[in-house]
């Protein structure tokens, strides 16, 4: 088992940068793969951004491409989405999650670990 929590999140203004953390605990392995994704009202959960926990191979989707960067720590097994240039679209609760795979892919239904969620707020 693997427990993810995030932390980070917060109502901050157009144009603004906020950065989540995700500390992962338990049985945690160098083949898994770390990946954030976040859901809005009424809208289905939806990739952000995942990173390989072995070599660092990251992956975004292309509506946050250029603004969000993810980032891990090996030695502190945690995992850092750095936000900039927020936008009101981009308000969403943010999940952290973890896939035993070293293969970086977008399926939420292929992740098994998740976090509990933290609130991004962006008002313009």
């Known amino acids: 088992q693997v427990q993810l929590v995030e932390s980070g999140g917060g109502l901050v203004q157009a144009g603004d940068s906020l950065r989540l953390s995700c500390a992962a605990s338990?049985?945690?392995?160098?083949?898994?793969?770390m990946g954030w994704f976040r859901q809005a009202p009424g809208k289905e959960r939806e990739f952000v951004t995942a990173i390989a926990w072995t070599g660092g191979t990251t992956y975004y989707a292309d509506s946050v491409r250029g603004r969000f960067t993810i980032s891990r720590d090996n030695t502190k097994t945690t995992v850092y989405l750095q936000m900039n240039s927020l936008k009101p679209e981009d308000t969403a609760v943010y999940y952290c999650?973890?896939?035993?795979?070293?293969?970086?892919?977008?399926?939420?239904?292929?992740?098994?670990?998740w976090g509990q969620g933290t609130q991004v707020t962006v008002s313009s």
């Open positions: 338990g049985r945690t392995s160098v083949y898994y793969t």
């Open positions: 999650s973890a896939r035993n795979s070293g293969r970086i892919v977008s399926d939420a239904r292929t992740y098994a670990y």
